[in-house]
Nanobody, 126 residues
């Protein structure tokens, strides 16, 4: 079993930055791809970014390209999401997740992830 805890969310003005963290416990996630998703009120959960098990490969949703950066520190069993140039439409609960397959290169679909955190709220004011 893996437990994931997100942190770093909060209220920020448009144009500002936040850094989300996702700390894993229970077992190492070193060999597994991880990802960030978000869900706004009344909307489905959507893909934001994913990173391969080694950290050498990343993929982003078009709406965050050039603004968000995903990274991981396998020694700390932690993944990050640096969010810059935030927009009001980025407001959502952000979730981290661990992929199903060993040595995965990253996934964009929610059904490819086995473990999820409880989420952290990000609110961007205009």
């Amino acid at each position: 079993q893996v437990q994931l805890v997100e942190s770093g969310g909060g209220l920020v003005q448009a144009g500002g930055s936040l850094r989300l963290s996702c700390a894993a416990s229970g077992r190492t996630v070193r060999g597994y791809a991880m990802g960030w998703f978000r869900q706004a009120p009344g909307k489905e959960r959507e893909f934001v970014a994913t990173i391969s098990w080694s950290g050498g490969s990343t993929r982003y949703a078009d709406f965050v390209k050039g603004r968000f950066t995903i990274s991981r520190d396998n020694g700390k069993n932690t993944m990050y999401l640096q969010m810059n140039s935030l927009k009001p439409e980025d407001t959502a609960v952000y979730y981290c997740a661990v992929g199903r397959q060993l040595y995965g290169l990253g996934y964009v679909r929610t059904n490819e992830y086995d473990y999820w955190g409880q989420g952290t709220q990000v609110t961007v004011s205009s």
